[in-house]
Structure formats: structure tokens, C-alpha cells
């Protein structure tokens, strides 16, 4: 008899989290080209931006396979000016060991759905150019790509290129939005 895959759950983060988060972060700043972080992060720095988008009712989610955190994902506001408070950036981290298993088919639809939730319009990303499964996914779940930003990150000695990807939440731009706005702003 086969063994059968151990199912994926996507749920809210929790400070317990918190080292899973971490470690799998740590690995793409060292070795990744999408991510380069000059100092290490600590668990307050982790803690402290998961407080943050909370306050603004911005989702952070976490995938959990077999009891472990093999991913997680968040949202943070695309710009703070008001006229952008409809439109927000992610990012999405998956596991090194779990990489093209299913995590991120599972996190980022949840993301997605959360966001178009909570009265934004529009979701923006930025991918490494190399990186082709997180294209080929941010595609599936229908993000376009809307332009390369050439020569914008110089890591591990080369230049890298960034391209920037857009979906539209719920009914997108179609209709004006409705009041109040979403929270982003918060002190």
C-alpha cells in the first residue's frame, strides 16, 4: 500500500511560529536572489512586522504539513499614500525541503481570498526572473505579468532582473470601491 501525502493546512500565524518563520526566511536571505537582508533577522523583527500587519487587518498565514510550518505568506500595504490603500504587495516562503510539493498551491489562493475579504482591489508581487515555478504559480492563480525591472538587484555577484506581477481582487478596478477603505494606516 502507498503511503498518502500527509494533507497541507493554511491557517493564521502564531508567535509559535515565530522560529519556523525565521529559518525558513534565513535560508532564502543567505542563498536566494529574491531576498537579501544585510543584517540578520531576529525573532522581534519577525514578531514585530507580524504584529504590524495584523493591526492593519492585513493576513499573515502559515502552511502546517504533518505539525510543521512548511511555508507562510503575508500581505503588506502596495504603498502607504491613500490613493493606494486598495492595492497590496505579498510575499510567499516556502520550505527548501518542500519546494514544488504543493505548499504554495495551497497558501496563496487562502492569501488571495483573505485579501479580496478584507475590500482590496489589487495584488502586486515581485519574482526573480529566474525563479520559474513561482511564475508559473503566481500565473496559475491568475497574476499577469505587468513588467521586468532589468538590473535591480546585484547579489552573489551579478546582476538579477525583478518582475513584477498584478491580480485584480474581487471586482478589481470594474467597480469604484466601497467605504470605509480598507484599514492600512495605523500608529
Not at 15 to 24: H, N
Not at 69 to 85: D, I, M, S, T
Request: aromatic residues 10%.
Amino acid at each position: 500500500m502507498l503511503d498518502q501525502p500527509v494533507a497541507i493546512t493554511v491557517r493564521p500565524s502564531s508567535e509559535m511560529d515565530v522560529p519556523a518563520m525565521l529559518a525558513i526566511y534565513t535560508y532564502y536571505a543567505q542563498f536566494g536572489l529574491g531576498d537579501y537582508q544585510a543584517e540578520p533577522l531576529r525573532p522581534d523583527d519577525i514578531k514585530r512586522r507580524r504584529k504590524a500587519m495584523l493591526n492593519r487587518r492585513l493576513p499573515h498565514l502559515v502552511a502546517e504539513q504533518a505539525g510543521l510550518v512548511v511555508g507562510y505568506a503575508y500581505a503588506v500595504p502596495f504603498l502607504k499614500r491613500p490613493a493606494y490603500r486598495y492595492a497590496v504587495k505579498h510575499s510567499i516562503y516556502v520550505h527548501k525541503d518542500h519546494v514544488r510539493s504543493g505548499v504554495g498551491r495551497r497558501l496563496l489562493p487562502v492569501l488571495i481570498d483573505a485579501c479580496a475579504q478584507a475590500g482590496f482591489r489589487q495584488m502586486v508581487c515581485y519574482i526573480d526572473s529566474v525563479n520559474a515555478a513561482s511564475l508559473r504559480l503566481h500565473e496559475s492563480v491568475g497574476f499577469e505579468r505587468s513588467g521586468v525591472l532589468r538590473s535591480v538587484g546585484f547579489k552573489f555577484g551579478h546582476w538579477t532582473d525583478t518582475v513584477l506581477m498584478q491580480r485584480a481582487l474581487g471586482p478589481g478596478g470594474a467597480t469604484p470601491p466601497s467605504d470605509p477603505a480598507p484599514e492600512i494606516e495605523k500608529s
